[in-house]
């Protein structure tokens, strides 16, 4: 008997895997080891990322440090960035600590930065979406400033439970921390199950309603988990074959079809 393939019921598998995983720590220790459920939940993206992204590239979590500007500058004055959730680095690039998946690395080996939270809030608190995304474009502006314009950095933040979050107040808080500048630019977001968003250098590329540097928000149905990580696999490997796409993209024609809401890069 033929097995008949089916590509988009694997990535929605992937998807409901994912949500089903992100409880099982909190089931067994309960609501007050904030920091272990935490870990676990990005544990969880960081084990996806590895089985699919090629064998040249690292996933772990850590660091990106700053040296001096210049040979005479004290050693002292160095900086490096907040803990990174997901980091993702060239196995080409040298490491300047590394110890499991703990990395201390400088911007020369650093491909994406990805930032992990179980839900956002409304309003202004340090978990809002309005901190939380200007933090994480805070730290990609860092990393693109000292990396050049020679090293492409892919930003993604990955949030499990959509919770309150409108469309339009999350394309607004991205616009917001982007501040109008690309160094500041977050380049994918999952909200829960079903929302994903894009941002495009111009829309045009796609046949959107913007042209120039836009955010489009997708309502793909369980398949925004699978969506954000399969563009930084898309992204961040070498020049995967036209033809072979439907396995990692397997909405039939294009996901702009199911494009919701989008914002310009400059609205805010």
Known sequence: MTIRQDFLAYQESITKELQIAKDRVRNLIGERHWQTDGEHKEEIIRS????????????GKGFVCYPPSGYLAPASEGSSSG??????????????????????VTTDSVRAIIEVKTEMKLGNS?????????????????????????RKLWVGLFV????????????????????????????????????????????????????????????LQNLSATYFINNFVFELSPNIPHGQQRAWFPI?????????DWISLSQH
């Open 126 to 150: 340090k978990q809002s979406a309005r901190q939380v995304l200007r933090k994480l474009a805070n730290e990609a502006k860092k990393i693109r400033g000292h990396a050049g314009i020679e």
């Open 252 to 260: 039939r024609g294009t996901k702009e079809k199911r494009l919701k």
């Open 48 to 59: 996806v990322l590895r089985v699919h992204l090629p064998e040249t590239l690292r996933v």
């Open 160 to 219: 499990y439970n959509k919770g309150g979050i409108t469309f339009r107040y999350l394309l607004e808080a991205l616009s917001n921390a982007a501040l109008d500048n690309p160094d500041r630019v977050i380049n994918f977001l999952c909200l829960g199950p079903d929302t994903f968003v894009r941002y495009w250098e111009d829309g045009k590329i796609v046949n959107g309603p913007l042209q120039g540097p836009v955010w489009h928000l997708y309502d």
């Open 83 to 104: 803990q990174i959730d997901i980091l993702i680095t060239s196995k080409h690039a040298p490491t300047l600590y590394k110890q499991d998946e703990l990395v201390f």
